[in-house]
């Protein structure tokens, strides 16, 4: 055994030998973390897209382009290949400032709603509130008065609506002279469907949780939020004019006025008052008749019907947003949308009786902490948001309930067809796995089935139909295939053809060309030896054929057609490339190029672009698309910890594919670490369906094998990734994942750090449309085991009948009647014969009782012979009550009829927690949460704390006062602790002073 210790000697010396071979890891750089962090770059980004504006019916365009010179405003003619400038911006600069009499700089002049007419002489803008009119021919400037309010303020900061008119929607920009007065933005009929506030409210919670990812998302599409800013437009458009009401394909939808939608012909009025539906003559709404009687808080014809608190909504200043007091006399406005000929309307009501309240509090209010209140539905809960839909016939007065296929269904895509008798809708069962597109007579009542659609081991998306009412057709989008694709049904629901197919993704209409056959539609995947993800433009032809490219290139395309469809605007773009504008013909062939992203600044400044690469998911064969990102100060000689940024989705990856100049991945990459975001199996549906519903029913940790897989075989490509100091972070569900990786086996062996926040660890009780869409509902029968206690005795070797198909058939309608007369039956064979005395004693009470019933009946004769003397007023007002009830009761006998079947089924949903493995925490972990946030309640983190504590685990927490989903003022805070966090436990580094701005030397200590 001597010679043991010199053995272990040498072993030890050559190990650290070896260690301090090895490549020295960097020291955390945190200046170059704030030099590059997106706050101090957004003075050097700059415009990174076109957007055209059509100059009235021609394919002319104008638009403008920000760079490191100022915005400049260009003409182009697409037929001619030129491009000049719009107007001379030194000179109207020059006019502009003598007429306000304060000094200007042309470069950075802030001029909004810039309009240009049909023959391009003349141009009308806003500046500091007034109205302005350029005669571009004589260069005569006119101020024309107060401009009106933009509705579009406040959303954009400085400046308005976009950088020199570039926030107005490129299609409503087609403005006539005669109509300037009208301005371009706040026109419009609204497009809208003026329903749906089920999906929208159910789809509130996810909207929110995305809104961090949005947002960055948003930053990385354009340099200055454009992306971002184009959305937003389109939504108020969408919401203004009718309010959201659908206008038909046969005429307007109603006409708005305050709370009034008036029929189209002006002849009748609808409302809501005290929760009830009032229907009656244009100018006569005082003898307006109810066309209900039973509204009640919570379940209201009037809009916003859902309750307070609109699925967890607060204002951003971390306080509730407080309704005013409810007026039962008050008439509000109803989602009522008439029939083009004023026939017929339908209606939809909300109802969120019994949905449950949920509470934050909020410690910073003044004078004294506060408690929040909200209605909030989780996932299986037998309460929720529910929507009814009524029918209105005009003529026979009578407000129909569309009777439900499925409980708790949803409605959407609500529009009148092309027949003003025909009402279409689209229901969509709770379980998100089954619709059905309908159509129904207004006049009649009659119901049908046009197409469905369906699965069930996956949730089911769907796009509207798109109705060509020219030659009755419509347009159909499906998944049916393996992928999504749009088919050709005629006007009664029979397939006449694919448009589109293959293993590719068609994933949005563009345009229509119904005179000559073509469709215009975005796309991914198609195109071989590219990012699957890149988005391209199509056209195709209706009956399937003649698919061809119009914007070729590796790059995502937003592409914008010209009016007459033989040009377009291609905006391309790409992580790891300067974006391009480019004029190209119908047919692809580049025409003249127009803009490439100016990023002369950031270069100077040392900036880089990102790196992209593709890996295989676990399973070896699907391909896997990433970004990453290195330090400023790269050295290949040097050792890196790696650290995954995650999103698990299910709506959306987490990884972008197109520039930004800014991202908080590259910040954090500068203080001395290889980051990256990369795609996994589930993480988005804009891929084939069996990727998106790979972790359905599994809505924990589906992703964290993938996210392995990438790691490791970066790790193999690049010796400067240390594959054992391994980080992983993310927000809200990336929270969620970066929990679980800690702490689910093996992951928790391979993940070495995690910053968790606003994690929803516990989506049991998260929002009831995120988990039952995503991880899966199941439908069961609601009182088996109580039948089977009750199920009755059988005779003669046959089993009871009671029992047959509470399990089997849920929703047949007989089983119930069956079951209690099978019961009735059993039970009076099984009676005891009475012996003879008994018998005769209870027929001597027989007789005494059927003397006394004779009694009774001819004192009640008597009575009734009285009483036949009733006034004609009291009979009158008899018939008018009767008449009043008789409203209802159609719609009342519906929704019993409904009840009863829902009573036969109940939903069961359980998804698994990360609080469930807090034994198995492994590494450092950071939790953080806002205390007011009413999307992803705090209970979701705090259970995973008492868990955690239970289990005896060293974690970090941060709980952050009076903050909601999103941190606001908080968020540069956060992003601090974090880089320090990582830097401390993947490079040994340890701060040890309380200010943040004070950054020690580095502090070599072991991880």
Request: charged share 30%; with cysteine.
């Amino acid at each position: 055994m001597a010679f043991v210790a010199p053995i272990l000697w040498m072993l030890l010396t050559v190990t650290e030998a070896r260690a301090d071979d090895r490549p020295r890891s960097p020291s955390p750089n945190y200046q170059a973390a704030d030099r590059f962090a997106p706050a101090n770059l957004r003075p050097f980004l700059y415009d990174t897209s076109v957007t055209p504006h059509w100059i009235g019916k021609s394919d002319h365009f104008w638009y403008s382009f920000r760079t490191s010179d100022g915005t400049n405003y260009y003409k182009v003619n697409p037929r001619l290949a030129t491009r000049e400038r719009l107007f001379d911006r030194d000179k109207l600069g020059n006019l502009l400032s003598s007429m306000v009499q304060k000094p200007l700089e042309p470069a950075l002049l802030a001029i909004e709603r810039l309009v240009v007419n049909d023959e391009a002489s003349k141009i009308r803008f806003v500046f500091e509130d007034y109205r302005y009119e350029y005669d571009l021919n004589t260069e005569n400037l006119t101020k024309l008065g107060k401009a009106q309010t933009n509705p579009l303020r406040g959303l954009f900061g400085p400046g308005g609506g976009g950088r020199g008119g570039r926030g107005q929607d490129a299609e409503n920009s087609r403005v006539r002279e005669e109509q300037w007065d009208d301005q371009i933005l706040g026109r419009g009929q609204g497009v809208g469907q003026g329903q749906g506030q089920t999906q929208q409210g159910q789809q509130d919670g996810q909207n929110q949780q995305r809104e961090q990812q949005v947002t960055e998302e948003g930053r990385r599409q354009d340099g200055d939020g454009q992306v971002r800013v184009d959305q937003q437009i389109e939504n108020v458009q969408q919401n203004q004019g009718q309010g959201g009401q659908a206008q038909g394909p046969g005429g307007p939808a109603g006409r708005m006025n305050g709370y009034r939608t008036l029929s189209p012909d002006g002849k009748l009025v609808v409302f809501a008052k005290n929760h009830n539906l009032f229907v009656g003559e244009a100018g006569k709404e005082d003898a307006a008749v109810a066309l209900s009687t039973d509204g009640v808080e919570d379940y209201s014809f009037g809009v916003g019907g859902f309750g307070q608190g609109g699925g967890g909504r607060g204002n951003a200043n971390g306080t509730a947003a407080t309704p005013p007091p409810f007026d039962p006399n008050r008439k509000v406005r109803a989602a009522v949308t008439w029939s083009p000929d004023s026939k017929a309307f339908y209606v939809t009501r909300n109802d969120a009786r019994g949905v449950k309240d949920l509470f934050v509090i909020n410690s910073l209010a003044t004078p004294r902490p506060t408690l929040e209140k909200y209605k909030y539905p989780m996932p299986g809960e037998e309460e929720t948001r529910k929507t009814e839909l009524y029918v209105y016939n005009a003529e026979k007065k009578a407000l129909t309930l569309v009777a439900p296929k499925w409980k708790d269904e949803s409605y959407s895509q609500l529009q009148w067809g092309k027949d003003a008798t025909d009402l279409r809708f689209i229901r969509r069962d709770r379980l998100v796995r089954h619709l059905e597109f309908c159509t129904m007579d207004s006049l009649t009542g009659a119901s049908k089935c046009l197409i469905t659609e369906g699965f069930e081991n996956a949730t089911l998306d769907f796009k509207p139909a798109r109705s060509l009412d020219e030659t009755s057709e419509m347009i159909w989008w499906s998944e049916r295939s393996g992928w999504g694709h749009f088919y050709l049904y005629d006007r009664d629901g029979k397939l006449k053809n694919a448009i589109t197919a293959g293993p590719f993704r068609a994933a949005a209409i563009v345009e229509i060309d119904v005179k000559n056959r073509l469709m215009y539609f975005t796309g991914n995947a198609r195109e071989p030896h590219e990012n699957i993800y890149n988005q391209h433009l199509y056209r195709v032809n209706l009956d399937g054929t003649g698919l061809a490219l119009m914007d070729p290139g590796p790059a995502n395309h937003r592409s914008i057609l010209s009016p007459t469809r033989q040009f377009l605007v291609d905006n391309a773009s790409r992580v790891d490339m300067a974006p391009t504008a480019v004029v190209r013909a119908a047919d692809g062939r580049e025409i003249m190029p127009l803009e490439t992203a100016d990023l002369k600044q950031l270069v100077e400044s040392g900036w880089k672009l990102p790196e992209t690469f593709t890996v295989k998911a676990a399973d070896g064969i699907t391909d896997l698309y990433g970004n990453l990102w290195k330090p400023f100060d790269f050295d290949p000689k040097k050792s890196y910890p790696i650290i995954v940024h995650v999103y698990p989705g299910p709506q959306q990856e987490g990884t972008v594919h197109t520039f930004s100049a800014s991202s908080g991945e590259q910040q954090l990459a500068q203080v001395g670490f290889i980051v990256i975001q990369v795609g996994h199996r589930g993480g988005t549906p804009t891929r084939s369906k069996a990727y998106h519903s790979f972790g359905y029913f599994n809505l924990r940790d589906f992703g964290l094998a993938d996210k392995k897989a990438a790691v490791e075989q970066l790790a193999s490509r690049h010796s400067f990734i240390d594959i054992n100091r391994v980080g992983i972070y993310g927000h809200s569900g990336g929270g969620f994942m970066t929990a679980a990786a800690l702490m689910q086996k093996p992951y928790n062996d391979f993940f070495k750090v995690g910053v968790s926040t606003s994690g929803n660890h516990d989506n049991n009780i998260y929002g009831s449309y995120w988990a039952e869409t995503y991880h899966g509902l199941k439908e069961v029968a609601a009182n088996a085991d109580a039948k089977k206690e009750v199920e009755p005795p059988t005779r003669g070797g046959q089993a009871g009948r009671g029992n047959r198909a509470a399990d089997d058939n849920p929703g047949d309608d007989r089983d119930a009647d069956d079951f209690d007369r099978a019961q009735e039956l059993d039970l009076n064979e099984l009676l005891i014969p009475i012996d003879d005395d008994k018998k005769a004693e209870e027929d001597k009470k027989a007789a005494e009782a059927k003397k006394a019933e004779e009694d009774k009946k001819a004192a009640e004769a008597k009575k009734i012979t009285d009483d036949k003397k009733v006034t004609d007023e009291k009979k009158a007002a008899e018939d008018k009550k009767a008449a009043d009830e008789k409203k209802t009761a159609d719609a009342k006998k519906a929704e019993e009829a409904k009840k009863v079947a829902e009573a036969r089924t109940k939903f069961e949903i359980h998804v698994p927690t990360n609080a469930e493995l807090a034994e198995n925490l492994k590494g450092r972990l950071l939790l953080v949460h806002g205390e007011l946030d009413n999307n992803v309640h705090p209970a979701n983190t705090l259970r995973l704390v008492d868990a955690l504590i239970k289990a005896n685990k060293r974690f970090d927490m941060l709980y952050l006062p009076g903050k909601r989903h999103a941190y606001a003022d908080y968020q540069t805070y956060i992003n601090q602790r974090m880089m320090e966090y990582f830097a401390e436990h993947l490079l040994g580094d340890y701060q040890p002073t309380a200010n943040l701005g004070d950054k020690s030397p580095f502090s070599k200590r072991g991880n």
